[in-house]
């Protein structure tokens, strides 16, 4: 089962290099399992047992089983995580050709580990809004291969290089495409066109606009001597969306249950599809009825937010509280914080806790130092928003924000056995 897990991941991390095909292939996931797509333009005419998914901006996705038994009666089993991730994207006039040279100029997109962009063999992808027949259309591309990279300067030229220097953003980000001739222009556009032709079989009129983030061509992979590692990009945070995936086509079909993964928590949340809008809120109205009934059905729900930890780093161990250092492969890590940075409380956490001992998953748990800054997630921002009790979880990762991250290799499965537990738990605490 291990196995079979981190192969999942691997090839859901490949088929999504942005948040708009994580969220497709999380659709292409539920359909295959019989969920229906509601779309939000519509009436909705939802029936107890069915199953059914919603998204918005092609960019965050919810999915609902409603269960055999009520929701009023059980209340809702929500697992929430996001499809975003630190990365660079390509703005609206990117073009630069310096010293015979084609470049893009970029836009850093979160709180990126820059450094490692440098020397990386990277693609294209995302959405493209253009002209057809007439009409405006949408499609998602993905060139696939190796198109830019960013080459470091040498050495020889900064020999502050290893003494640590701050990468200028706007001039030393923008990844070289191709060489010019003598005179030579390029239009990013005519690019993007010939890329819709040949994905797509479409001839554009024009294109229009563009989300467009570039990304890093190397596969994912199980690493290490005793293979005890999964390395990859965007681990934060599609390693909590593909376990929660597998955890809902595992729970069988007697609660409630939920899963969210939305957009834009990397950036804040603040959008009409991120945690900090109202997609969540609206599409459970909707689900659940009239306002006594919504808020009696959240109050006995609960929501388990889940996004990466940081496990103990052994060259930087300094970094963490001593009493509270999730190692990889040590299982799923509660996350604490008294300021609410963490939606966590005893009775949360101790549910959850519980929870882990009943199906022998290990736990860990995480507070930050005293002295540094904490993270946050989307669970106070959704505890806020809907008043649901709230738990912040997630697996221990090394090398956060970078373009490639490093989990454990065992802790996949412990993620998805205790959230389908959770799933299928009678007793919410």
């Known amino acids: 089962m291990r196995e079979a897990l981190n192969q999942g991941l691997i090839d859901f991390l490949k088929a999504s290099p942005t948040p708009f095909h994580a969220t497709a292939s999380l659709a292409a996931r539920l359909e295959a399992a019989g969920y229906q797509r509601l779309d ?29 038994r009520a929701p009023l009666e059980g209340g809702l089993r929500l697992v929430g995580t996001h499809t975003d991730s ?39 992808a995302g ?18 291969a190796p198109i830019a990279v960013i080459p470091n300067l040498a050495i020889h030229l ?16 923008p990844p070289i495409l191709a ?56 681990l934060d945070n599609l390693l909590s969306c593909y376990a929660g995936l597998e955890a809902l086509l595992a729970a069988g079909d007697q609660e409630s249950c939920v899963l969210v993964c939305t957009d834009h928590e990397e950036i804040g949340s603040c959008s009409a599809c991120g945690a900090d809008g109202p997609l969540l809120e609206q599409v459970l109205r909707r689900l659940l009825g009239d306002e006594e009934t919504f808020v009696r059905c959240i109050q006995r729900s609960l929501l388990v937010s889940a996004d990466n930890a940081h496990g103990v780093h052994p060259n930087y161990a300094d970094k963490h509280d001593g009493n509270h250092g999730p190692s990889l492969n040590g299982g799923p890590v509660i996350k604490v914080n008294n300021n609410q940075r963490y939606a966590s409380n005893s009775e949360t956490a101790g549910f959850f ?43 221990p990762t090394f090398a956060m924000h970078s373009i490639r991250e490093l989990a454990g290799s065992q802790d996949l499965a412990h993620l998805v056995k205790v959230l389908t537990a959770f799933y299928q738990s009678p007793e919410l605490g």
């Not at 900064?158 to 980000?173: D, H, S, Y």
């Open 179 to 234: 060489q010019l001739a003598t005179g030579e222009q390029r239009d990013f556009r005519t690019l993007v066109a010939k890329q819709l032709e040949h994905e797509h079989g479409i001839q554009v009129e024009a294109v229009l606009d563009f989300e467009l983030s570039f990304y890093d061509t190397q596969s994912a992979a199980v690493i290490g001597l005793e293979q005890e590692f999964i390395a990859g990009a965007r």
């Open 86 to 124: 630190p990365c660079l994207r390509v703005k609206p006039q990117p073009e630069l050709a310096r010293q015979g040279y084609w470049q893009l100029g970029v836009e850093v997109y979160g709180g990126m580990l820059l450094a490692p962009w440098f020397d990386r063999d990277l693609s294209l």
């Open 127 to 144: 959405r493209v809004t253009f002209k057809h027949d007439g009409k405006l259309h949408s499609r998602l591309i993905d060139f696939k």
């Open 353 to 395: 806790r519980h929870l882990c001992l009943e199906h022998a998953v290990p736990v860990q748990c995480f507070v930050s130092r005293s002295d540094l800054g904490c993270g946050s997630t989307i669970g106070p921002i959704t505890a806020s928003k809907l008043g649901v009790p709230t738990i912040d979880i997630g697996l």
């Open 158 to 173: 900064n020999r502050e290089a290893n003494q640590g220097w701050e990468i200028n953003k706007q001039t030393e980000l």
């Open 40 to 68: 939000e333009r519509e009436p909705w005419q939802a029936q107890p047992g069915g199953r059914y998914y919603v998204t918005r901006n092609d960019s965050s996705l919810i999915a609902i089983q409603l269960g055999r």
